[in-house]
C-alpha cells in the first residue's frame, strides 16, 4: 500500500547549525503535504505545509522543500535552537482526501 | 492547543472497562478526527466527522465508536477496553474553505492505559 516514510529516525545537531529533515511518500497522488512539531507530552503542532504545484515554501526559519520526481520532502531549519527540539512528522494527502498520511517521525535533537 | 481540549488528560483503566474520551473546540471548525498514536507508528486516523450529522470510520475503527454532540464536541468510547488500546489518542480540527487547505489543528492528547 502507499506509505509516508522518513529517512532518518533521529537527527542530533548542534545549536546554531541548519537542520534538515527528510520523508519520502510513495502516492504520486498526493497533492498536499505538511509538516507537524510535537513537543514531548503535547499534540502535533502544524509547522508548515506546501502543495503539489509548489517545489518549494517558506515560512520563519523553516523551509519546505518538495521535489515530486522523486517523491521527496524536507525540512530545513535554520539557525536550530535548543526549543527546536522535538519529534517531526510529515504528513501527505491525496486529493480530495480528507485523512492526512504520517509519517513515524524523526527526533531532533539539539545539542549545545 | 487551547483551541482544541481533551479530557482525561490521562486515564488508567481495567481491561472491559467502558471508557470515553471528550474532546471540544472553540475554533468553530466544522471537521473533527480521532487518531491513535503509537510508538514508532505515526498517527492513524480512528474517526472523523465532517459535521454533526456525518461519521466515518478511518483506518482503525474497529473497538472503537464515536459521537458528535455538537459541532464544538466529538467523543471516542471504548466499549471493552483491551490492553492492546494502549496509547495516546489526539483529537484533530479543521475547516475547509474556499482557496485554503484543509489543515488539521490537534488537541493535548490523552494518554490511555489499560491493565
Known amino acids: 500500500g502507499e506509505s509516508v516514510g522518513l529517512h532518518l529516525p533521529t537527527l542530533s545537531v548542534q545549536e546554531g547549525d541548519n537542520s534538515i529533515i527528510n520523508c519520502a511518500y510513495s502516492?504520486?497522488?498526493?497533492?498536499?503535504f505538511i509538516w507537524y512539531k510535537q513537543e514531548s507530552g503535547k499534540g502535533p503542532q502544524f509547522i508548515i505545509d506546501?502543495?503539489?504545484?509548489?517545489d518549494k515554501r517558506q515560512g520563519q526559519r523553516v523551509t519546505v522543500l518538495l521535489n515530486k520526481t522523486v517523491k521527496h520532502l524536507s525540512l530545513q531549519i535554520a539557525a536550530t535552537q535548543p526549543g527546536d527540539s522535538a519529534v517531526y512528522f510529515c504528513?501527505?494527502?491525496?486529493?480530495?482526501?480528507?485523512?492526512?498520511?504520517f509519517g513515524k517521525g524523526t527526533s531532533l535533537l539539539v545539542t549545545p | 492547543d487551547a483551541d482544541v481540549t481533551q479530557t482525561p488528560r490521562n486515564r488508567i483503566t481495567k481491561t472491559g472497562k467502558r471508557i470515553m474520551l471528550e474532546c471540544s473546540q472553540t475554533?468553530?471548525?466544522?471537521?473533527m478526527y480521532w487518531y491513535r498514536q503509537d510508538p514508532g507508528l505515526g498517527l492513524r486516523l480512528i474517526y472523523y466527522?465532517?459535521?454533526?450529522?456525518?461519521?466515518n470510520k478511518g483506518e482503525i475503527s474497529d473497538g472503537y465508536s464515536v459521537s458528535r454532540q455538537a459541532q464544538a464536541k466529538f467523543s471516542l468510547s471504548l466499549e471493552s477496553a483491551i490492553p492492546n488500546q494502549t496509547a495516546l489518542y489526539f483529537c484533530?480540527?479543521?475547516?475547509?474553505?474556499?482557496?485554503?487547505?484543509?489543515?488539521?489543528?490537534f488537541g493535548p492528547g490523552t494518554r490511555l492505559t489499560v491493565l
Open positions: 484533530a480540527t479543521s475547516d475547509l474553505m474556499p482557496g485554503l487547505e484543509d489543515t488539521q489543528y
Open positions: 475554533k468553530g471548525h466544522d471537521r
Open positions: 466527522s465532517f459535521d454533526v450529522k456525518d461519521i
Open positions: 504528513a501527505e494527502r491525496a486529493p480530495r482526501g480528507y485523512a492526512l498520511n
Open positions: 506546501i502543495r503539489s504545484n509548489m
Open positions: 502516492n504520486s497522488a498526493s497533492d498536499y
